[in-house]
């Protein structure tokens, strides 16, 4: 089945861009996806790409994605305090998601 | 925006009792999951739900769990004769064909 790894910690100074990795097993995945979640709360979609696009930009957030690699990244520019959480990278093929560890980021002022 | 919602956000059951999540799907959605969280660890997969069966289960969706959707809006999650591992966050989530799956904020289920 599908695996999903990333790296569990990332600690960045506020303003700093921040970039959370990820790689996964199956090349069948379709669509790939980041969650964030704050202490306590439920999984919030940041944003997706489809496996036949390389990048996307959604305002602060750059996600990239290497196919061959089967890599993809998430760029979060100018962080803020406020984005401190964990970020959950996610791989779907036609049915369900398989989702990462999760890194947990940690912004200091 | 349309959402997932769950009830209760916390559930305290005791050992060896029946518990029922509920979920309401984003309307137009017709593929329903549940995934679990146990504190601290990874988001699991527990079972996916489509034209009123199951269409995947994981291994930890055993013959303890069943899902059901009742009525048009519904979508359930059964626990039966719960064991103290079963306490942790269970999401629910919902997508269409093409669409990313929204999760609901979760239930915290607590087994005491």
């Known amino acids: 089945g599908e695996d999903v790894e990333q790296s569990l910690f990332l600690s960045v100074r506020e303003g700093d861009s921040s970039v959370i990795n990820c790689t996964y097993t199956d090349s069948s995945s379709t669509y790939l996806y980041w969650y964030k979640q704050e202490p306590g709360a439920g999984l919030q979609l940041l944003t997706y790409?489809?496996?036949?696009?390389d990048m996307k930009q959604d305002q602060r957030l750059t996600v990239l994605l290497n196919k061959k690699d089967k890599h993809l990244s998430l760029r979060i520019a100018d962080t803020q305090t406020g984005d401190s959480a964990i970020y959950f990278c996610?791989?779907?093929?036609?049915?369900?998601?398989?989702f990462g560890d999760g890194t947990t980021l940690t912004v200091k002022p | 925006e349309p959402e997932v919602t769950q009830t209760p956000s916390h559930q305290v059951t005791q050992m060896g009792q029946e518990v029922i999540l509920r979920c309401v799907p984003i309307s137009n959605h017709l593929y329903f999951y549940w995934y679990r969280q146990i504190l601290g660890q990874k988001v699991e997969f527990l079972v996916s739900f489509y034209n009123n069966e199951i269409s995947e289960k994981s291994e930890i969706f055993d013959d303890q769990f069943s899902v059901e959707r009742p009525d048009g809006s519904n979508f359930t999650l059964k626990i039966r004769s719960t064991k103290l591992e079963d306490s942790a966050m269970y999401f629910c989530?919902?997508?269409?064909?093409?669409?990313?799956?929204?999760f609901g904020n979760g239930t915290r289920l607590t087994v005491t």
């Open positions: 989530a919902s997508s269409d064909r093409n669409s990313p799956l929204h």
């Open positions: 996610a791989a779907r093929d036609a049915g369900k998601s398989t």
């Open positions: 790409i489809f496996s036949n696009m």
